[in-house]
């Protein structure tokens, strides 16, 4: 579904991706994972068409997108939890929600079905349907952030950095969540995360990157037995 | 002022007859008041949008003395003109976006966006006055220039047409700001322009239609102000000043805060040219819109969170 080849990415004389190759297969929740700085971000940013990248190619669909337009792209069926969430904070809830739909004709005329799915699957979001994006917690404003890029009824989601900033309890229940739509609604998704044990427990397959370059890839059951990944990101066993 | 009903239905007393002013003036300063808030709406619009054009009141101008060609020239009644004063007026908003403003709110240069617009305003105003010289030109007809009568009331028929005119601007676009998906996204741009790109939208071709509603709000104002009054071309001060007012006073970011800003300057205006004489009119009214946002800075009917 998603095919990255290659990619060189930099800011102006700073490089920060080096050949990054990764694949994402319909069905499959894969795992991008690495430190703070490693690049993770760029990445997001360059396969939703908000950074053009130095050489190299993104296939989405068997279609090449890395010189298209944002909305090109993410009219495609690419959509987005943004890092930081980007929620507009003077709509409310609905709106933000709505404005998810905005992106196809397909997903403005299902709008009001995808809506009600998406209160069912975050009840607390219905009772603050009214409130303004800025008041809401955390926690909540994640729920929106994912609530919002489901909206969009798309082909293949992005979740970068999810976990940021939420409370170690809200954020199994929110991996919990992911797995729940990759698996119940059979959503393709790239989740993007620092916590990386936990990310592992849920994807299928996962890369590690740092320092702008692709380390480590494989099935996410036998990465979290790798040596590597036990020393660097699990503080040893 | 005071027609002769108002007197007969005053005429137990002195005290009631004051009384009967007031209302009758009260009830005419919120119909003035839709004026204002037709003046302010497509500022208020553009504050949501993220900047301020500061060029607002000229394009009114400018849209009158359109009119007032039509009107001269061809003898085209002022209401119909607005079929072809509109679109030309919006023609003119979609190039000066998005060959010229657009470079600057692209980048979030927000600032050169006032200073632009400001020397836009001044090329306005001072082409009209090169074409039609300083002097007071006006589109008012005579069928226009009466007066109605209802109980006690007297009220001059353009001050209901102008406020029909605003409530049902209004009204719309309310509407469509908040219940459209093509609303919503204009109003997300400015909020955070690669978010909403993210869903689809495109800030660049929200900001050339964004201007386009603004211009065709404006080119319906300058119209409709021609019609009720007399305008020249320094006159666009006047109808970026006081629609200001009213926006601060609302509170931005709402087209019904905006309204009814607008319906309180108006209010303000015509009670004040009445208790302290029209040469301080405007003083008092800008002075009591200065006190009342003292008290609440993020204006009257915004509520604090």
């Known amino acids: 579904m998603l095919e990255v080849n290659q990619l060189n990415v930099s800011y102006g004389e700073l490089q920060v991706l080096f050949d990054v190759s990764l694949m994402v297969k319909k069905g499959e929740l894969v795992a991008l994972l690495g430190p703070n700085g490693a690049g993770k971000t760029t990445f997001t940013k360059a396969v939703i068409g908000l950074l053009k990248p130095k050489s190299g190619s993104i296939f989405f669909l068997g279609k090449r997108i890395e010189n298209l337009p944002t909305p090109d792209i993410t009219k495609m069926g690419i959509a987005i939890v943004p890092e930081g969430r980007r929620l507009f904070p003077l709509m409310t809830v609905k709106e933000n929600l709505l404005i998810g739909a905005y992106v196809s004709k397909e997903a403005r005329t299902k709008a009001k079905d995808t809506l009600n799915k998406v209160y069912t699957l975050f009840p607390r979001l219905k009772e603050r349907e009214n409130q303004l994006a800025k008041t809401l917690s955390g926690g909540e404003q994640q729920m929106l952030a994912i609530g919002r890029a489901l909206m969009s009824l798309p082909k293949l989601l992005i979740l970068d950095e999810p976990s940021l900033g939420l409370a170690p309890s809200l954020v199994l229940t929110m991996l919990n969540t992911i797995k729940k739509l990759n698996e119940g609604e059979k959503l393709t998704i790239l989740l993007i995360e620092q916590n990386v044990r936990a990310a592992l427990q849920i994807a299928d397959r996962g890369y590690v990157i740092e320092n702008g370059r692709v380390v480590l890839e494989g099935e996410a059951k036998e990465m979290l037995k790798e040596e590597y990944i036990k020393k660097a990101y699990m503080g040893g066993d | ?305």
């Not at chain 2, 359109?66 to 001269?72: E, F, G, N």
């Not at chain 2, 009220?155 to 102008?162: A, C, G, H, K, V």
């Not at chain 2, 790109?197 to 300058?222: D, H, L, N, S």
Request: hydrophobic residues 60%; aromatic residues 14%.
């Open chain 2, 1 to 305: 002022m005071i027609n002769s009903s108002l007197i007969r239905l005053a005429a137990v007393g002195e005290l009631s007859l004051n009384w009967l002013i007031l209302f009758n003036l009260s009830f005419r300063g919120l119909l003035f008041g839709g004026f204002i808030s037709l003046a302010a709406c497509g500022l208020s619009l553009a504050f949501q949008l993220g900047f301020i054009n500061a060029a607002h009141g000229d394009m009114a101008v400018l849209s009158a003395y359109l009119s007032w060609v039509l009107l001269s020239i061809f003898g085209i009644d002022p209401f119909i003109s607005l079929i072809i004063v509109v679109p030309s007026i919006v023609i003119i908003g979609f190039a000066l976006q998005k060959f010229l403003l657009n470079r600057f709110l692209l980048r979030g240069l927000m600032d050169t966006v006032i200073i632009i617009t400001f020397s836009i305003g001044m090329v306005i105003q001072n082409m009209l006055q090169l074409i039609f010289s300083a002097d007071f030109k006006t589109l008012m007809q005579p069928y226009i220039m009466q007066a109605l009568s209802i109980g006690f009331l007297n009220i001059p028929l353009t001050y209901l047409i102008n406020f029909v005119f605003a409530l049902v601007l209004f009204t719309v676009l309310h509407f469509f700001f908040t219940k459209t998906f093509a609303g919503r996204a204009f109003r997300a741009v400015p909020q955070d322009s690669e978010a909403a790109m993210m869903f689809g939208v495109k800030p660049e071709v929200a900001y050339i239609y964004g201007m386009g509603i603004m211009a065709m709000t404006q080119a319906i104002f300058g119209v409709l102000m021609g019609i009720s009054y007399v305008f020249a071309p320094s006159s666009g001060s006047t109808y970026l000043l006081l629609p200001l007012g009213a926006i601060m006073l609302g509170g931005l970011g709402s087209l019904k805060r905006t309204f009814i800003g607008g319906l309180i300057i108006g209010e303000i205006l015509i009670l004040s040219g009445y208790f302290f004489g029209a040469q301080y009119q405007y003083i008092m009214c800008h002075l009591i819109t200065l006190i009342l946002i003292l008290f609440k800075p993020e204006g009257l009917l915004v509520k604090r969170t």
